[in-house]
Structures are given as structure tokens and as C-alpha cells.
């Protein structure tokens, strides 16, 4: 178990937050959105999703609640690139490219040729419309010579990856305030918070509940397959940087964490049979949209667990849908079964 010697009220914690250099990028609060006919068919707990989804640019998603911390020093610092690096398919390089549009600053992506780089769909082709310079490349050693390039242009190159990354997680502090007000709002104690776990928004919200003292089952589900002894060690090491950040005297251990690379399915960015009756499910009872790759297998988890009886009907699950929905559009096919 982790060594609580602190609880911090909100007032204590806003304030640390509010010492921090933050942009302006996302619509907030989010809208906390009740799925009664959702929670019905799966004869399960009220669920209620919040809408991270929803916060505003470039079709939203929680990436742009964390460049709103994670993004600042860029712009403190000069810097004139944003780069990101990762699948053809990324949220991240659509949100890089949106900002750095935003900021009036270059952007640059160094995709990956994977599966879903063709035909220029979703993610992608959103990526070319803010106006990046989209090279996708075989060898990661390639976005190397690209960064290269870059700063012997004289470009000074900031990366959404790894520049600023403990402040991705900072903002997830932020989120859980945001979150926890709402449920106080309507007097709610969910039995569970689910999240997408690729690291940020797992450990931003962990941190945030244990400096408010509030004990919390934070279920986080991994696009792709891990070990998740390790993923929870790695998750308290985020987390303990989090708390040099935010001056909070706390201590966590991957005791602190709960989190799952089982639903991935073989590999990232693959449709899994739970992924898909997820989106479609959710689609087909609330109209609301997710994504396959990130919130349907996390969604696809909860089904899991409400099927095996984890939740009674009394009990509230919150369900953080962290975005992703254009990829979608390169999904479509595989996900109608066409
Ligand atoms: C839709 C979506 N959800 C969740 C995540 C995980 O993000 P993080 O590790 O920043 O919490 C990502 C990351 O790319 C994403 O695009």
C-alpha cells in the first residue's frame, strides 16, 4: 500500500495546479452524460461517461486537456516544431497538428506505414488537414534523422511524446477535481472509475484521488497487451514525479495501481471481438461514439467485468471516454464485419 501522510483539501490542491503555466485549448468542464438505456442492457450499475471526448478542438479527446499543461513550456520556450511519432493512426499526432495550428507553430508527424495508414482516413487524414508535414516511415530510426534534419534547419523541436510528459499527467489532477465535483454535485460515490490506461489519465486521476484522500477503485485498461506488475510500477514512478511536481507528500508503489493489458488483444491498434461489441453496443443504445483502439476495449473490460458480476444495479460505474473517435473511419470495415 502506498503511504498516505497527506490529504490535501481542493482549495490546497487548485492552488498548487494554478502555480503552473497552462494554455487555454480545451472546452471545460466536460459534460458528465448519464447512459440509463446502456446500463439497462447490460441489466448492470448506472453508468455514467465522462466526456473527455467532448473537450472541444479537433474533435477533442484527452490529449487536449493535457497539452493545456503539457504544451506550455513550448510555448514559454521558443520552440517553433511540434513533433509526435507513433501509429498512423494516433490521436496524439491529430491533436499535435491541431495545437501546433493553433499556436501558429509547425507541426511535424513521424507516422508509422502501419495497416491503417491507407487509404488517408480518420486520425491521418486530420493530421494532413491542420497542415503538418506528415512523413510515415518503416524504421523508427528514421524519425531520428527527421528530428536531426529539423535542428540543423535551426528548428528548435519540442516532443509531444516525451517534452512535458509528467505534466500530461498533472492535468489528470486537474480532470479528477472536475470529475469529483460532479459526482458530489449529484451526491454519487461510484463503486469504480474505468479509463483508458495508456499512462497519463490513469495516473493523473490515481494521484488526484489519493491527495484528496478519496478511496477509489480506478480501473485502467491498456491498448496494448502488457505486464501489468510492470505497467503499475511504472504507473507509481509517474505518479511519485507527479507529486515533486504538485508538492504533495505522498508516496506511490504499484500497490496503488489497477490496471489491465489482457483486453488489448495480440497487439495494439488490432479490432478484438470485446472492442468491437463495445462501440457497437454503446453506439446502438446511447448514439454515443467510441473509438475501437482505446475506449472500446476499455469498455469492452467493463462489460467483462459487470458480466462477471463486479457491480450490483445500485452501484455507479464511471466510464472516462478519453476519445479517439476518428479513427474510427479507418476501422469502418473491419467493424461492421463488411
Ligand atoms: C483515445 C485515447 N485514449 C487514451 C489514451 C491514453 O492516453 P494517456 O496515456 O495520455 O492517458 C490515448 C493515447 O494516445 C488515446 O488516444
Redesign the pocket.
Given at each position: 500500500m502506498a503511504s498516505l501522510t497527506s490529504v490535501v483539501t481542493v482549495e490546497q490542491l487548485r492552488k498548487k495546479l494554478d502555480g503552473l503555466d497552462r494554455l487555454n485549448l480545451a472546452d471545460l468542464p466536460t459534460p458528465l452524460t448519464d447512459c440509463a438505456r446502456l446500463s439497462e442492457a447490460l441489466g448492470g450499475p448506472q453508468i455514467l461517461v465522462k466526456r473527455e471526448d467532448q473537450t472541444g478542438l479537433a474533435f477533442g479527446?484527452?490529449?487536449v486537456r493535457?497539452f493545456e499543461y503539457s504544451v506550455a513550456p513550448a510555448v514559454e520556450g521558443g520552440y517553433d516544431v511540434l513533433l509526435h511519432g507513433a501509429a498512423s493512426q494516433s490521436?496524439?499526432s491529430r491533436l499535435t497538428a491541431a495545437v501546433a495550428a493553433h499556436l501558429g507553430l509547425k507541426a511535424v508527424i513521424v507516422g508509422r506505414k502501419d495497416d491503417h495508414a491507407e487509404p488517408v482516413n480518420g486520425n491521418l487524414f486530420l493530421t494532413h488537414l491542420f497542415g503538418a508535414d506528415v512523413h510515415l516511415i518503416e524504421n523508427a530510426e528514421e524519425k531520428d534523422a527527421v528530428i536531426d534534419r529539423l535542428e540543423a534547419e535551426g528548428h528548435k523541436v519540442y516532443n509531444t511524446s516525451s517534452d512535458g510528459y509528467y505534466l500530461?499527467s498533472v492535468s489528470y489532477v486537474d480532470g479528477f477535481l472536475e470529475l469529483w465535483a460532479q459526482l458530489q454535485e449529484r451526491d454519487i460515490e461510484p463503486a469504480a472509475v474505468y479509463v483508458?490506461s495508456?499512462?497519463?489519465?490513469?495516473v493523473g486521476l490515481t494521484v488526484g484521488a489519493k491527495a484528496r484522500g478519496i478511496p477509489l477503485r480506478i480501473v485502467g485498461i491498456s491498448p496494448s497487451p502488457r505486464d501489468n506488475d510492470q505497467a503499475n510500477a511504472q504507473f507509481a514512478e509517474v505518479a511519485n514525479e507527479v507529486c515533486k511536481i504538485l508538492d504533495l507528500d505522498l508516496v506511490f508503489t504499484a500497490d496503488d495501481f489497477e490496471s489491465y493489458g489482457e483486453y488489448a488483444g495480440d497487439a495494439y491498434g488490432v479490432l478484438t471481438e470485446e472492442s468491437r461489441e463495445a462501440v457497437l453496443l454503446v453506439a446502438r443504445t446511447e448514439g454515443l461514439v467510441l473509438?475501437p483502439v482505446?475506449?472500446g476495449k476499455t469498455f469492452g473490460a467493463l462489460i467483462d467485468h459487470i458480466r462477471q458480476g463486479q457491480y450490483t444495479q445500485d452501484q455507479t460505474v464511471v466510464f472516462v471516454h478519453?476519445?479517439?473517435t476518428p479513427a474510427l473511419f479507418a476501422y469502418g470495415n473491419e467493424l461492421l464485419g463488411l
Amino acid at each position: 500500500m502506498a503511504s498516505l501522510t497527506s490529504v490535501v483539501t481542493v482549495e490546497q490542491l487548485r492552488k498548487k495546479l494554478d502555480g503552473l503555466d497552462r494554455l487555454n485549448l480545451a472546452d471545460l468542464p466536460t459534460p458528465l452524460t448519464d447512459c440509463a438505456r446502456l446500463s439497462e442492457a447490460l441489466g448492470g450499475p448506472q453508468i455514467l461517461v465522462k466526456r473527455e471526448d467532448q473537450t472541444g478542438l479537433a474533435f477533442g479527446g484527452n490529449k487536449v486537456r493535457e497539452f493545456e499543461y503539457s504544451v506550455a513550456p513550448a510555448v514559454e520556450g521558443g520552440y517553433d516544431v511540434l513533433l509526435h511519432g507513433a501509429a498512423s493512426q494516433s490521436n496524439q499526432s491529430r491533436l499535435t497538428a491541431a495545437v501546433a495550428a493553433h499556436l501558429g507553430l509547425k507541426a511535424v508527424i513521424v507516422g508509422r506505414k502501419d495497416d491503417h495508414a491507407e487509404p488517408v482516413n480518420g486520425n491521418l487524414f486530420l493530421t494532413h488537414l491542420f497542415g503538418a508535414d506528415v512523413h510515415l516511415i518503416e524504421n523508427a530510426e528514421e524519425k531520428d534523422a527527421v528530428i536531426d534534419r529539423l535542428e540543423a534547419e535551426g528548428h528548435k523541436v519540442y516532443n509531444t511524446s516525451s517534452d512535458g510528459y509528467y505534466l500530461r499527467s498533472v492535468s489528470y489532477v486537474d480532470g479528477f477535481l472536475e470529475l469529483w465535483a460532479q459526482l458530489q454535485e449529484r451526491d454519487i460515490e461510484p463503486a469504480a472509475v474505468y479509463v483508458c490506461s495508456g499512462v497519463h489519465t490513469h495516473v493523473g486521476l490515481t494521484v488526484g484521488a489519493k491527495a484528496r484522500g478519496i478511496p477509489l477503485r480506478i480501473v485502467g485498461i491498456s491498448p496494448s497487451p502488457r505486464d501489468n506488475d510492470q505497467a503499475n510500477a511504472q504507473f507509481a514512478e509517474v505518479a511519485n514525479e507527479v507529486c515533486k511536481i504538485l508538492d504533495l507528500d505522498l508516496v506511490f508503489t504499484a500497490d496503488d495501481f489497477e490496471s489491465y493489458g489482457e483486453y488489448a488483444g495480440d497487439a495494439y491498434g488490432v479490432l478484438t471481438e470485446e472492442s468491437r461489441e463495445a462501440v457497437l453496443l454503446v453506439a446502438r443504445t446511447e448514439g454515443l461514439v467510441l473509438d475501437p483502439v482505446y475506449t472500446g476495449k476499455t469498455f469492452g473490460a467493463l462489460i467483462d467485468h459487470i458480466r462477471q458480476g463486479q457491480y450490483t444495479q445500485d452501484q455507479t460505474v464511471v466510464f472516462v471516454h478519453t476519445g479517439g473517435t476518428p479513427a474510427l473511419f479507418a476501422y469502418g470495415n473491419e467493424l461492421l464485419g463488411l
